[in-house]
């Protein structure tokens, strides 16, 4: 008999440690529960025996998250990915479906926003404050990495080439209710490659409500010209026929700008074979375009999409910087 085979023979089946293991971490030995779910899941893994490596793995991720054991969940969540591509797992709703059970023990307690700020004077509320945000900022860096990581996996493994649209979603929603500043680039970057346009309208109308005055037609804007720079037309226009019966609806105003002119005269000029005419635009509203060099960014790559525009320097600048920073998955 092989060494490898001998290995597959000695190892018990994998129900076996996990009941032992869930007694460890009842007893509140987190640290030595999660070596312990280390080692054995490597086993496992050493014998080829992927799917109970990863009954095991799924399992203490969830204990050690239910239990506020942030970082040593996330660990082995990201361990769960990691065997999910040594077993060359293939992406479906089962295995997705594990996915999102782990994502789902993510805590989301409430996040204290710049408005909470305590009272100077106090001590003991501003470092209560202090540790809030810390500890939000490393759920969100925890779960960002976990998911991020599962992304690339699907993205390897059966699903769209910018990986699950699910675990987009999760992704941008995450980082935008746990966040205590919200980066609308990240969390817009992660919806326009999910599917729920709904929710991403939702977000955006509520971030609209938060980000500095003047600048709600910036969330809008960015959001549009993302997806045009994955040449989805369709979805561009109805994320902006969303937010306005979503906005109409609630009696809130739609803002009324330049740059808003410039997003709707932009969604009906991608529908032609009309360079000059969109040239033309960047130009008249150029002004308005440069009150954030992403879109600008993100116009090149819209020229080349719609009119085949090649880029100077291919994901070269801010946008490329960001793709590769947020996800280049």
Known sequence: MSRERAKRATLPPAQENIEKLEKVVKQGNYYGAQ??????????????????????????ACLQLENGQVTCGSELALLFVETLVKGEVSYNEETLDRVRK?????????????????????????????????????????????????????????????????????????????????????????FVRGRNLKKFASTIINF?????????????????LMYLSLGNLRDANKLMEEV??????????????????????????????????????????KSSIDRDPLLNELLDEIAKKFYGVQRKNPLQGMFGDIFKMIGGE
């Not at 490597?42 to 109970?52: G, I, L, M, N, P």
């Not at 989301?108 to 509320?125: G, I, K, T």
């Not at 306005?244 to 009906?268: R, T, W």
């Open 35 to 60: 070596q312990m779910f280390k080692s054995i899941s490597a086993r496992y893994v050493s014998a080829e025996r992927y799917s109970e490596a990863l009954d095991i793995l799924q399992c203490g």
């Open 244 to 285: 306005e019966k979503e906005m109409e609806a609630k009696h809130l105003g739609f803002p009324q700008s330049e740059l808003m002119q410039f997003v709707n005269y932009l969604l009906l000029t991608v529908q032609r074979d009309a360079l000059p005419l969109f040239n033309m635009l960047r130009q008249s509203y």
């Open 102 to 190: 782990i994502y789902e023990k993510f805590p989301r307690p409430s996040v204290p926003q710049n408005l909470d700020l305590a009272d100077d004077d106090d001590d003991d509320d501003m470092q209560k404050l202090s540790e809030a945000i810390a500890a939000a900022k490393t759920r969100v860096e925890c779960c960002s990495s976990f998911l991020k990581a599962s992304i690339k996996w699907s993205a390897e493994f059966g699903a769209h080439r910018y990986g699950s649209p699910e675990l987009h979603e999760m992704l941008a929603d995450y980082i935008y209710s746990q966040s205590t500043e919200v980066d609308m680039v990240r969390v817009s970057f992660h």
């Open 208 to 224: 609209m409500g938060k980000c500095y005055p003047g600048e709600d037609d910036l969330a809008i804007a960015r959001a549009i």
